[in-house]
């Protein structure tokens, strides 16, 4: 099991960046798939990124290719996903999850999650 607690959400203006943090517990965190998801207000979640256990493969949905990046520190047990020129449709609480396989297939597959971190763009 994986306790997951995210950091780093705030206000920003459209075109701002902002790097979420996830800081994970557990020793299977090294061995585990990771990704974030978000929730805008009156939305379902909706899946933003994931990376393979070891950092070499990453998945994005098309609505943040290009402008978000996700990324891991396996020594540090820790995934960040760094946003860049943000948009105000890109607000959301954002959720950080742990997959029970080492790499992403789908959502369905994540089953630990954080208690998430509001990212707010103003435009």
């Known amino acids: 099991q994986v306790q997951l607690v995210e950091a780093g959400g705030g206000l920003v203006q459209a075109g701002g960046s902002l790097r979420l943090s996830c800081a994970a517990s557990g020793r299977t965190f090294s061995s585990s798939a990771m990704g974030w998801v978000r929730q805008a207000p009156g939305k379902e979640r909706e899946f933003v990124a994931a990376?393979?256990?070891?950092?070499?493969?990453?998945y994005y949905a098309d609505s943040v290719k290009g402008r978000f990046t996700i990324s891991r520190a396996n020594a540090k047990n820790t995934v960040y996903l760094q946003m860049n020129s943000l948009k105000p449709e890109d607000t959301a609480v954002y959720y950080c999850?742990?997959?029970?396989?080492?790499?992403?297939?789908?959502?369905?597959?994540?089953?630990?999650w954080g208690q998430g971190t509001q990212v707010t763009v103003s435009s």
């Open positions: 990376i393979s256990w070891n950092g070499g493969t990453t």
């Open positions: 999850a742990a997959s029970v396989e080492m790499w992403y297939r789908n959502v369905d597959d994540f089953y630990s």
